[in-house]
């Protein structure tokens, strides 16, 4: 059973902890913040995958040109330049 349901969409949820986050897309609210930068996030997991910019951590590397990066997402991306 999912008895906690957003007022503007409808979709239900089990826990509040879960709704909660939901309506964050609506309000804007942004509460996590980087103490490196200031930069603000909806969502716990973007701060967390934000902060690794800060690191000297490049664990991807671009198997065409050698650069490396943070994420791997941003390996796809030049090698489809390739």
Known sequence: ERPRECVECGKRF?????L?????????EQPYECLQC???FSWGFNLIQHQVIHTEEHPYECSECG?????RSNVIQPQKIH
Do not use: L
């Not at 650069?67 to 994420?71: G, I, L, P, V």
């Open 14 to 18: 089990s826990w509040i902890s879960n």
């Open 20 to 28: 909660i986050s939901h309506s964050e897309i609506y309000t804007g």
């Open 67 to 71: 650069k490396s990066f943070s994420r």
């Open 38 to 40: 200031g930069k603000s």
